[in-house]
C-alpha cells in the first residue's frame, strides 16, 4: 500500500458554521475541496494515528464517493480502524451513540442536514468528538486555521471499500468494519422507552404516521415502529434514503411537510403524525388537530420525561437554546431544577451533559434530545412521545391542553427570510446591533421595550465565552422578539426572527400562533425594516 502526498493551497470559506462546513454539493466536489477539509480535521484534532474513527452519514448524493475518500485519507495518517454504517449510511444521533460506545475518538458525519441533496443541493462535513456531540468552539477554530494555511494531504492508493458488506477488511494499516447501522439503536432506545407499553397501544388500534422524508430515519422507524412496535405496514412513509430525497427538502417543516401537516389537520387524521430530517436528528410530532411546536414539545417531554423507564429518577436539568421559548423554563421552575440557555448550535449542550447539569435539551429548530447521546434525535423524541400517550392513556391533543391550563401558552412563531443578499442582512444586524442600547423605554405600536441585548453566552463549565449571539428584544408584557442570522444556511443569508409571548388565560389558549403574535409580527418589521431594507413582503418559511 502506498499513500500519496498531494500539493494543496488553502480554499477560501472552509469555515464551520453551527452544525460543521455546508456547501452546495458541487462546491464539495471541486477536486481537493473535500481533501483539504478532511486534511485540516485530522490536523486541528491533533491527529488520528492509532485511533478509531466512526464515519457514516444520511445517504445523500456524493455520501458514498465522499466516504472512500476519507477512509484512504485516514489509513494515510494512520488510523487505527474506521467504523463504518453499511452503504455508508448512519443517521446523526446514531453516530453519536456509535462513538460513545464502541469509545471511539471521535467520527466523521457527512450531512447538510435538512438542506436538499443532490448535485445541485447542499453537502455537509462535520466532526465530533470522544463524547459523541459536534467539536466544540476550540476544536472547530483549530480546523478552521488549519484549512489556511494548508499545504498537502496525505490519501491512500487503494481500490474503494465495498460499503455493502457487513464485515472487516483494511486500507493499508487500517482496519473498516462495515456495521449495521440500525442495530446499536435500537438496542439503545429499548433501555429508554417501554417498548412493551407502546407496542400494546398499537395493537389497540392506535394510529400514527411516521414521514421519513425519504432520508436517514428510515430503516430506522421502520425497524423500531413497524418491526419492534407492531405498528402496521405503511406506518412509516417515504422509509427509504434517496440520494436527492426523492427531490424534496427533507426538513419536517409545514413547508416542506405539509402533506403530514394537512394530513393531521384532516378527518382522516391517525393518532399521531411525526417527521424527522435528512440525518435523523430533528423531529416534529403532530396530534390529531393539534401541531406541538418544538419549543413546546421540550417543555411538556420535561414535564412528562419521568414517565418513561429512562428517566424515572428524573431530570438533573434542563437546557434550551436562547431562541427557543420560555415554555420549559416554567416547568423547571415548577420541578425545581435548573434551566440553562445556550447560543444555537448542539455543540453547545454538549459540556452541560457532560458534567451532569441536565439531561434533557432542546431546540426551536426541531430538536430534542437528551443525555443518551451528544445529539439531539428525532426518533428519540418520537418514541418517547409514544411512551408518554401510552402511559398517559390520553391524546396529544389532550396532553398539549393540559399543560397549557397548568404553566400557560408561550405563543411562538419563528419567521424566516432566505437567500436574502448579504449586504442587506448584515445591514439590517448592525442597525439594530447600534440602536439596540437606546431601546428600553420605546414603545413600538401598543408595546413597550424593557430590555434589549445581544446574547452572549459564558459556558459555566469550562469558562469559554461565545458573543454575538442575536439581538434579543424584550417587552412589558412579557413578549419577546430575537433577531439572528443563520448558520446553516448555504446561500446568501437567512434570516430568522423568533417571536413569543406568555399568555396564561386558558380562554385565549387555542388561538392561532400569528393572530395571538400580531403585535410583536409588526413590532419585529418596524424596529428592523425588514421589508424595507430587504424588499421582502412575508417571510419565506413561517414555523
Ligand atoms: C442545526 C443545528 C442546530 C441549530 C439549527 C439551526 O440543526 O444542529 O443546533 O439549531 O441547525 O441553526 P441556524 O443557525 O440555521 O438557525
Ligand atoms: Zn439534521
Redesign the pocket.
Known amino acids: 500500500m502506498t499513500n500519496t502526498t498531494v500539493e494543496t493551497r488553502p480554499i477560501e470559506g472552509q469555515k464551520p458554521?453551527?452544525?460543521g462546513l455546508r456547501k452546495k454539493t458541487d462546491v464539495f466536489m471541486t477536486p481537493g475541496y473535500l481533501e483539504n477539509y478532511v486534511q485540516s480535521i485530522f490536523e486541528g484534532v491533533g491527529g488520528i494515528a492509532g485511533k478509531t474513527l466512526v464515519v457514516g452519514g444520511d445517504g445523500r448524493y456524493f455520501n458514498d464517493s465522499a466516504i472512500q475518500t476519507i477512509l484512504k485519507m485516514a489509513s494515510a495518517a494512520g488510523a487505527k480502524k474506521l467504523i463504518v454504517g453499511q452503504n455508508g449510511l448512519l443517521s446523526t444521533p446514531a453516530a453519536s451513540n456509535i462513538i460513545r460506545r464502541r469509545g471511539a475518538f471521535g467520527g466523521l458525519i457527512l450531512s447538510a442536514?435538512?438542506n436538499p441533496g443532490g448535485l445541485h443541493g447542499d453537502f455537509g462535513l462535520k466532526f465530533n468528538m470522544a463524547n459523541g456531540g459536534?467539536a466544540n468552539e476550540a476544536v472547530t477554530s483549530a480546523i478552521f486555521e488549519h484549512t489556511r494555511t494548508i499545504t498537502v494531504y496525505r490519501i491512500a492508493q487503494a481500490p474503494d471499500v465495498d460499503l455493502s458488506v457487513i464485515g472487516t477488511t483494511a486500507i493499508g494499516g487500517s482496519e473498516i468494519e462495515i456495521i449495521d447501522p440500525v442495530s446499536d439503536y435500537v438496542d439503545l432506545m429499548e433501555t429508554l422507552f417501554d417498548f412493551p407499553a407502546i407496542a400494546a397501544m398499537f395493537a389497540s388500534g392506535f394510529t400514527m404516521r411516521f414521514d421519513a422524508m425519504h432520508a436517514a430515519t428510515g430503516p430506522y422507524a421502520k425497524a423500531i415502529l413497524e418491526g419492534r412496535l407492531g405498528a402496521p405496514v405503511g406506518t412509516v412513509v417515504n422509509a427509504v434514503p434517496l440520494p436527492d430525497f426523492g427531490g424534496g427538502h427533507p426538513d419536517p417543516n409545514p413547508i416542506y411537510a405539509k402533506e403530514l401537516y394537512d394530513l393531521m389537520a384532516s378527518a382522516d387524521a391517525p393518532d399521531m403524525g411525526a417527521a424527522s430530517d435528512g440525518d435523523g436528528?430533528?423531529n416534529i410530532v403532530i396530534g390529531r388537530g393539534a401541531v406541538v411546536t418544538p419549543s413546546d414539545s421540550l417543555a411538556m417531554i420535561a414535564a412528562n420525561a419521568h414517565l418513561a423507564k429512562g428517566y424515572t429518577k428524573g431530570l438533573a436539568g434542563v437546557a434550551r437554546?436562547m431562541?427557543t421559548s420560555g415554555a420549559v423554563d416554567r416547568v423547571a421552575a415548577k420541578l425545581g431544577i435548573d434551566c440553562y440557555e445556550t447560543p444555537?448550535?448542539?455543540?453547545f449542550f454538549g459540556n452541560l451533559l457532560d458534567a451532569g447539569k441536565v439531561t434533557l435539551c432542546g431546540?426551536?429548530?426541531a430538536?430534542t434530545g437528551s443525555d443518551h447521546v451528544r445529539e439531539?434525535d428525532g426518533v428519540w423524541a418520537v418514541l418517547m412521545w409514544l411512551n408518554i400517550q401510552a402511559v398517559r392513556k390520553e391524546t396529544i391533543a389532550a396532553i398539549q391542553s393540559g399543560h397549557w391550563a397548568e404553566f400557560g401558552r408561550t405563543f411562538y412563531t419563528r419567521h424566516d427570510y432566505e437567500a436574502v443578499d448579504l449586504d442587506a442582512a448584515n445591514g439590517l444586524m448592525a442597525n439594530l446591533r447600534r440602536r439596540f442600547g437606546d431601546m428600553p423605554g420605546q414603545t413600538v405600536g401598543p408595546l413597550e421595550i424593557s430590555a434589549a441585548d445581544d446574547f452572549a453566552y459564558t459556558d459555566p463549565v469550562d469558562g469559554s465565552v461565545t458573543t454575538g449571539q442575536g439581538i434579543r428584544i424584550f417587552f412589558k408584557g412579557g413578549e419577546r422578539l430575537v433577531f439572528?442570522?443563520?448558520?446553516?444556511?448555504t446561500q446568501g443569508a437567512?434570516i430568522?426572527v423568533y417571536l413569543e409571548k406568555f399568555e396564561p388565560d386558558a380562554s385565549r389558549h387555542r388561538l392561532d400562533a400569528q393572530e395571538a403574535l400580531a403585535d410583536v409580527i409588526a413590532a419585529a418589521d418596524s424596529l428592523a425594516g425588514i421589508g424595507e431594507r430587504t424588499g421582502r413582503t412575508a417571510p419565506d418559511v413561517i414555523t
Not at 444555537?344 to 455543540?347: E, F, I
Open positions: 458554521g453551527t452544525s442536514s435538512h459536534p436528528d430533528r437554546s431562541p444555537t448550535g448542539w455543540k431546540e426551536e429548530s430538536g439531539k439572528r442570522l443563520s448558520g446553516t444556511g437567512t430568522r
